[in-house]
């Protein structure tokens, strides 16, 4: 089903639905400062799974976003000073960082190779953050499938993934549908991965010694 969050009694029941559907192992889409996300509890296996195959059947492992600064302590063994200061700086917003999980976690977010390495965000959109901070952690992905355009309204996104979603809560056009940017901070060197939202100019203003990835 699909709720209009621009309505404020729509958005209450949108959000207690997603919440709903989430702790029940179900799919929901849900706005965030970048494009709509198909998400799912992260410690819930058959869902994240079930958020793969949404999408078309990829087994990459799905970035996990929170609504609070503070969860992140509770899903990392040790922080890198310059995790700190990034979060500082840029969460919430459209950075996501990838750091090394703490090995006691009960998940599988679909990482066949066992890194042992989880990407996370806390994103910049009050519905999203709403409904995080009741869910706890969740596995997001774009909410569209594999090889097609993200969706940048929920609208768009229930078109691709039809009834296999839950709740769809819709707040309207993305007004800035550009990727998140991804560091990784599990090496010595805080690394960039992909180029997104924020330039790299502001992020080396945090951490001056970040490198770029020669990968792809």
Not at 65 to 77: E, K, P
Not at 171 to 183: E, F, K, L, N, R
């Amino acid at each position: 089903m699909l709720y209009d969050c621009r309505s404020l009694a729509d958005r209450d029941r949108g959000i207690a639905a997603a919440i709903e559907a989430v702790k029940n192992g179900e799919l929901v889409v849900l706005p965030t400062d970048t494009v709509y996300g198909i998400g799912a509890d992260a410690f819930t296996p058959y869902a994240v799974r079930a958020l793969s195959d949404a999408k078309g059947g990829t087994r990459q492992a799905p970035p996990v976003l929170i609504g609070s600064r503070h969860t992140l302590d509770g899903l990392v063994f040790t922080l890198p000073r310059s995790a700190r200061d990034l979060v500082e700086a840029f969460w919430p917003g459209a950075l996501t960082i990838i750091v090394e999980h703490s090995p006691s976690l009960s998940w599988d977010l679909g990482d066949e190779t066992g890194s042992g390495t989880v990407a996370v965000r806390m994103p910049l959109h009050p519905v999203a953050l709403e409904v995080l901070r009741e869910t706890g952690p969740m596995a997001v992905a774009s909410a569209n499938k594999v090889g097609q355009p993200a969706a940048v309204t929920a609208e768009a996104a229930r078109e691709q993934l039809g009834y296999t979603v839950r709740a769809y809560l819709e707040a309207g056009a993305c007004s800035d549908p550009v990727p998140s940017t991804i560091v990784d901070l599990t090496g010595e060197t805080p690394t960039l991965v992909r180029a997104g939202a924020i330039p790299v100019e502001q992020l080396r203003d945090v951490v001056p010694d970040l490198v770029e990835s020669r990968v792809g």
